[in-house]
């Protein structure tokens, strides 16, 4: 079942993104956050435009997927940078494809037309998800992140709506 998060589901979307922090070539962060840093960033997320979903399995939030407006700019607005999340437990069961299944369905009642995914280049699972869903490789950054002592580098990823 693909819902809404609510506040209520903030320490598992921290729990389940403090992993991908923790396998150190998933995401940018270098530290864990806490459930209190990202409250700005849950309630930055509004049902009708930039959602923040949540997949329950057994009745767990097995992962989650939220969009965000690209650049920060009104002339970006139909383009979405999307964050995709599987709990460890739920890795290879499909939780990923059904999140960005949804995601791209949904896109055009939410007025987007351009999906961007940033992922590092040795995040092959991210970026094998991406591609088999028509993302396409759009950008290529060489060492522009650094983390635990590693230049890594940065490929966009993007999809037409």
């Not at 049902?47 to 690209?70: C, H, K, S, T």
């Amino acid at each position: 079942m693909i819902r809404d998060a609510v506040e209520a589901d903030l320490p598992a979307i921290v729990e389940i993104y403090n992993h991908a922090v923790a396998a150190k070539t998933i995401t940018a962060d270098v530290e864990p956050v806490s459930v209190e840093s990202r409250l700005d960033w849950f309630r930055s997320h509004s049902p009708d435009r930039y959602p923040l979903w949540v997949l329950e399995r057994d009745n767990q939030i097995a992962g989650w997927f939220a969009f965000r407006m690209y650049y920060g700019r009104e002339a970006y607005r139909s383009t979405a940078e999307i964050s995709l999340y599987v709990a460890p437990k739920f890795h290879r069961q499909g939780v990923g494809q059904t999140l960005l299944k949804h995601a791209i369905a949904q896109s055009p009642n939410l007025g987007i037309r351009t999906l961007l995914g940033i992922a590092f280049a040795e995040n092959m699972p991210s970026v094998e998800l991406l591609k088999k869903f028509g993302f396409a490789q759009w950008g290529y950054l060489p060492e522009v992140a650094q983390s635990w002592q590693c230049d890594r580098d940065v490929i966009i990823l993007g999809r037409k709506i």
